[in-house]
T-cell receptor, first 113, second 115 residues
Framework: KQEVTQIPAALSVPEGENLVLNCSFTDSAIYNLQWFRQDPGKGLTSLLLIQSSQREQTSGRLNASLDKSSGRSTLYIAASQPGDSATYLCAVRPGQAGTALIFGKGTTLSVSS | DAGVTQSPTHLIKTRGQQVTLRCSPKSGHDTVSWYQQALGQGPQFIFQYYEEEERQRGNFPDRFSGHQYPNYSSELNVNALLLGDSALYLC??????????????FGSGTQLSVL
C-alpha cells in the first residue's frame, strides 16, 4: 500500500531564506508526483508536476526534484517571501490502473517579514 | 476560462441528515474526482466519475454516492451524516485520456460541518 510522508510537519523561516520541503513515498512504482499549495480553508493549487521519467521541474523560485528509486522528492523554495506562507502538499499517482492521487499530510510553512 | 467551481462553499448539517455537494469541472474536462480532507490531513480519494459512471472508488462507505451529468458536472451525496464526516470536500477535474500525465485541477472546496 502506497504511503506518502512529508517532513517537517511545520516550518517557520525569516523572509529571504532558501528552504527545502521533503516528501517520501513507500512504493517507487509511480506515474508522477505533484506538489500543491493550499491556503487555509481553500482548495489546492498545483505547483509542479514531475513525471516518473524526469528528475526535476522548475517554475520561478520553485524547484522540485524526484528520486524514484529512493522514494523521495524535494521542493526547493528560493528567496522565500511572506506570500509563500501556506501548506504544501505532495501527492503521488500510483503506477496502477486509475488516476487517484495519494497525498501526504503536508508541510505548513510560515515566512515572517 | 472558468476553473473548477464548487457549491456551496460552506454547509452546516446535523447528524443523520443528508447532503448534496456540487461541482462543475474546468472547461474541456470530462472527468471529476472527489476528495475528502479532514482538518490537518491530506485529501483522501472518494471516487471518480467519467462518462456518467463511477470508475474508481476509494475506501469510503456506501453512504457516499455520486452522480455525473451529461455536461460533466457532478454531485457528491452523503447520507446519514456522522460527526466524522465534517471535512473540506474537494472536487478535481481532468481529461480522461491524458489524466495520468497531467496536473489535476481542484476547486476551492465545500466546508461541511456536522453538528
Amino acid at each position: 500500500k502506497q504511503e506518502v510522508t512529508q517532513i517537517p510537519a511545520a516550518l517557520s523561516v525569516p523572509e529571504g531564506e532558501n528552504l527545502v520541503l521533503n516528501c517520501s513515498f513507500t512504493d517507487s512504482a509511480i506515474y508522477n508526483l505533484q506538489w500543491f499549495r493550499q491556503d487555509p480553508g481553500k482548495g489546492l493549487t498545483s505547483l509542479l508536476l514531475i513525471q516518473s521519467s524526469q528528475r526535476e521541474q522548475t517554475s520561478g523560485r520553485l524547484n522540485a526534484s524526484l528520486d524514484k528509486s529512493s522514494g523521495r522528492s524535494t521542493l526547493y523554495i528560493a528567496a522565500s517571501q511572506p506570500g509563500d506562507s501556506a501548506t504544501y502538499l505532495c501527492a503521488v499517482r500510483p503506477g496502477q490502473a486509475g488516476t487517484a492521487l495519494i497525498f501526504g499530510k503536508g508541510t505548513t510553512l510560515s515566512v515572517s517579514s | 476560462d472558468a476553473g473548477v467551481t464548487q457549491s456551496p462553499t460552506h454547509l452546516i448539517k446535523t447528524r443523520g441528515q443528508q447532503v448534496t455537494l456540487r461541482c462543475s469541472p474546468k472547461s474541456g474536462h470530462d472527468t471529476v474526482s472527489w476528495y475528502q480532507q479532514a482538518l490537518g490531513q491530506g485529501p483522501q480519494f472518494i471516487f471518480q466519475y467519467y462518462e456518467e459512471e463511477e470508475r474508481q472508488r476509494g475506501n469510503f462507505p456506501d453512504r457516499f454516492s455520486g452522480h455525473q451529468y451529461p455536461n460533466y458536472s457532478s454531485e457528491l451525496n452523503v447520507n446519514a451524516l456522522l460527526l466524522g464526516d465534517s471535512a473540506l470536500y474537494l472536487c478535481a477535474s481532468s481529461i480522461r485520456r491524458t489524466a495520468t500525465n497531467e496536473k489535476l485541477f481542484f476547486g476551492s472546496g465545500t466546508q461541511l460541518s456536522v453538528l
